[in-house]
């Protein structure tokens, strides 16, 4: 009964917010690295009613070509696709640490995402940020990325997403320039790692508010309508992302970002990456449910 209850109200506040919000790789409890642990996640997050999930790139660590997802993976890709779209659970894919040669892993990663239906992949602009002066790394990023997405075979959404870094590329401004000049792309806000960059930016309402009137005035009102956002706490230093903390530590304000959300019209799927996974939404769920009334 307090499990229903729990679900109910969960689900309030995700039709209140107009999101889905969801959690990556996995519960408390278990990692989402193979077939059977990924379907007990999903099944987990239908009972307290999330309606997202980030896969982690370890479910796809043993493929080593895109031709083996048919031939090894195919029937396993399928069945978690399947269990998903039973519990209407909105998939991703995201590599957050691609190599300066990431062809051979987005290849596989596109292929991924057609046969399970994610709403996209997503991945940080940043695999080159190590190698070149980032000016350089930019435009890199930006050709490399349209010769993925405008090759046969691609079918899904490009998530570009805000990296924590302060000299890697992947700022607000980078982002929204690599979604403007390629295909097939969307930008993925991760206020975390913008908070981090800039060494504890988002502190005011009006802080997040800038972020929402950027993405809409400069790629549109889909960027809004239909958003990708990650949530965190953080801990940063002088070279910006130091790590994730949890909320209750950090100095980031959620109802900021949850009010301010709700005020411009957002939409979309917020994923919450905190330590404490699943627990932390239901830690705060009265609190959410007051931000969101």
């Known amino acids: 009964m307090v499990d229903i209850l ?11 917010l107009g999101m889905r919000i969801g959690i990556p ?47 090894v ?8 696709k399947d269990e998903a779209k039973r519990y209407n659970i909105e998939l991703a894919l995201r590599h957050d640490s691609l190599s300066s040669e990431p062809d051979e892993t987005l290849r596989i990663f596109t292929t991924v995402a057609s046969i399970m239906d994610c709403r996209g992949i997503i991945i940080q602009p940043n695999f080159y940020s190590k190698i070149m002066p980032k000016d350089q ?6 050709y490399k990325i349209n010769e993925i997405t405008t090759s046969s075979g691609f079918k899904t959404k490009l998530g570009i997403e805000t990296t924590g870094k302060t000299n890697d590329v992947g700022s607000l401004e980078d982002v929204i320039d690599i979604v403007k000049r390629t295909h097939s792309t969307e930008a993925v806000i991760n206020w975390g790692h913008l908070h981090a960059r800039e060494r504890g930016w988002l502190r005011a309402r009006t802080d997040f508010g800038y972020v929402i009137k950027k993405l809409r ?30 909320y209750e530590k950090a100095d980031i304000n959620l109802e900021h970002m949850i009010r301010e959300s709700m005020s411009a ?9 905190d330590p404490n996974k699943e627990n932390f939404v239901l830690k705060l769920m009265d609190k959410l449910a007051d931000m969101v009334r």
Request: without cysteine; hydrophobic residues 40%; positive net charge.
């Open 217 to 246: 005035e400069s790629i549109g009102l889909n960027s809004i309508h239909n958003a990708y956002f990650f949530f965190s706490g953080v801990n940063y230093g002088k070279d910006g992302f130091a790590g994730h903390l949890p």
């Open 73 to 80: 993976r195919y029937a396993e890709l399928l069945k978690i």
């Open 6 to 16: 729990v679900r109910k109200k969960v689900l309030k506040i995700q039709e209140r």
């Open 137 to 142: 790394a930019l435009k890199l990023a930006v």
């Open 265 to 273: 019209g957002v939409k979309g799927t917020l994923i919450f990456e």
């Open 25 to 71: 790789y996995g519960t408390k409890d278990i990692l989402a690295d193979n077939q059977k642990s990924t379907i007990e996640v999903l099944k987990e997050l239908y009972k307290i009613g999330l309606k997202s999930f980030v896969l982690p790139k370890e479910l796809f660590a043993n493929i080593s070509h895109h031709s083996e997802v048919y031939k």
